[in-house]
C-alpha cells in the first residue's frame, strides 16, 4: 500500500539529498471530479541558493522567489515563457532558498508537460505539498537507479552551474 512520504524529515534536508530520493516517487494529483492520476517521477533537478547562478534566488528575495524562502514541502509553481507551469518542491532550512524541480514523469517527458497531465497551475503556488488535498507524494516502494546529469535550460546561468551534475534521471536497475 502507498504511504505519503515523511513531512517534515524528507523535504527539511538539502535539495541535493531530496532531488535524487525523489526520482521513483509516485506524484498524485485529485481532480476536480475526484479522479485521482499518479504519474511516477523519472528526473529531477536541484537547485541550491542564492550562490547557485541558476536559482531563482540568486539575485535575492523579490515577490517571486519569497516562496523559495518558505517551510520545506512549499510548493513553488510558476509560468515559464508565459506557456509553461513548472513545480518545485521548496527543500532544506526556511530562510535559506532551495527547490527540486520535478522534471519529468513518466507519459508526461518534460515538466511542463507533466504539470499539463496533472492539471497543475499557479493556483498551487506558496502550497505545502504536505498537507495540500489535492497534490501529494507516495512511495509504493519502486526503486530506480538515478545517474546524476547536468542541468538543461539554463544558458543563463554561469558555465560551473551549468556544468554542475544536480540533474537526477532514473536509470535501469542491473538485474544481473
Known amino acids: 500500500m502507498p504511504h505519503l512520504i515523511p513531512p517534515l524529515s524528507f523535504y527539511a534536508r538539502d535539495c541535493l539529498e531530496v532531488a535524487p530520493e525523489l526520482v521513483g516517487k509516485l506524484l498524485c494529483r485529485r481532480l476536480p471530479d475526484g479522479q485521482v492520476r499518479?504519474?511516477?517521477i523519472l528526473e529531477t533537478e536541484a537547485?541550491?541558493?542564492?550562490?547557485?547562478?541558476?536559482?531563482?534566488?540568486?539575485?535575492?528575495?523579490?515577490?517571486?522567489?519569497?516562496?523559495?524562502?518558505?517551510?520545506?514541502?512549499?510548493?513553488?509553481?510558476?509560468l515559464c515563457y508565459g506557456i509553461h507551469w513548472l513545480l518545485n518542491i521548496v527543500t532544506g532550512r526556511e530562510e535559506e532558498p532551495q527547490a527540486v524541480l520535478i522534471r519529468s514523469c513518466q507519459g508526461a517527458e518534460g515538466p511542463g508537460r507533466l504539470t499539463r497531465a496533472l492539471e497543475i497551475g499557479g493556483e498551487f503556488n506558496r502550497r505545502?505539498?504536505?498537507?495540500?488535498?489535492?497534490?501529494?507524494l507516495e512511495d509504493d516502494g519502486v526503486s530506480y537507479g538515478v545517474r546524476p546529469a547536468t542541468r538543461v535550460g539554463i544558458g543563463y546561468a554561469a558555465p560551473e552551474d551549468q556544468a554542475r551534475l544536480w540533474r537526477f534521471v532514473a536509470a535501469p536497475r542491473d538485474t544481473r
Request: hydrophobic share 30%.
Open 128 to 136: 505545502s505539498i504536505l498537507t495540500c488535498d489535492e497534490l501529494w
Open 38 to 40: 499518479r504519474l511516477r
Open 47 to 78: 537547485y541550491r541558493g542564492q550562490e547557485d547562478t541558476a536559482c531563482h534566488a540568486h539575485r535575492g528575495r523579490t515577490r517571486r522567489t519569497e516562496v523559495l524562502y518558505a517551510a520545506p514541502g512549499t510548493l513553488y509553481v510558476y
